[in-house]
């Protein structure tokens, strides 16, 4: 099946750095690929769609200057928590979907801002 | 607003019963899918619904959607420990179309 790798898995960094997530289709074409934040025992909420190419769209409440997103091909799309403070700290998903697909999910990245 | 209910949000089970976990929607769409979710994992694809009326089954599990109620199912039969996990239905309109997710369930299984 359709494979979407995401790295790092995890990251542990202090206040006020930027840190960057990666989300790689390896097996199709992502034409579209989705970011979505999960806290503990909360459902997934998506916080921005991105189609290769194009500027992202952003999600109502989700700060664009915060969390930039870069789609610059078919394969990667990166998520850049910028400046990121303790209440960033979440655990953050992608997912890739091509010509008439289903989304498929990354494995996550945990990130846990001090 | 496409808005997407799932209920019961925890459920506790005795191993060897049966259980539904219901999933509602507030649109019409005929596309659903369910996601297993493991404690500190991504999501796992269960389930993709696309039609009126499409059943289908994996092991101890069996989904089904009436797209008229706005309704799919997750009936779990004989649960079993390893069927312990959090479980999300999800709703799009179509293929690139954001997802929108239940509040999932929590389901544990008890020897």
């Known amino acids: 099946g359709a494979v979407v790798s995401q790295h790092p898995s995890r990251v542990i960094c202090k206040s006020g750095t930027s840190v960057k997530i990666e989300c790689r289709s390896l097996d199709f074409q992502a034409t579209t690929m989705f970011w979505y934040r999960q806290f503990p025992k909360q459902s997934l909420m998506l916080m921005a769609t991105s189609n290769e190419g194009s500027k992202a769209t952003y999600e109502q409440g989700v700060e664009k200057d915060k969390f930039l997103i870069n789609h610059a091909s078919l394969t990667l799309s990166t998520l850049t928590v910028t400046s990121a403070h303790p209440e960033d700290s979440s655990f953050y998903i992608c997912s890739g979907t091509g010509s008439n697909q289903p989304q498929h999910f990354g494995d996550g990245t945990r990130l846990s801002i001090l | 607003e496409l808005k997407v209910e799932q209920n019961p949000l925890f459920l506790s089970m005795q191993e060897g019963k049966n259980y539904t976990i219901y999933c509602n929607y507030s649109?019409?769409?005929?596309?659903l899918y369910w996601y297993r979710q493991d404690p500190g994992k991504s999501l796992e694809s269960l389930f993709v619904l696309l039609s009126n009326g499409a059943v289908k089954q994996e092991g101890r599990l069996m989904a089904s959607l009436d797209t008229k109620a706005r309704l799919s199912t997750l009936h779990i039969t004989a649960a079993v420990h390893d069927l312990s996990a959090t479980y999300f239905c999800a709703v799009d309109m179509e293929y690139g179309n954001k997802l929108v997710f239940g509040a999932g369930t929590i389901l544990r299984v008890k020897s």
């Open positions: 649109t019409t769409s005929d596309r």
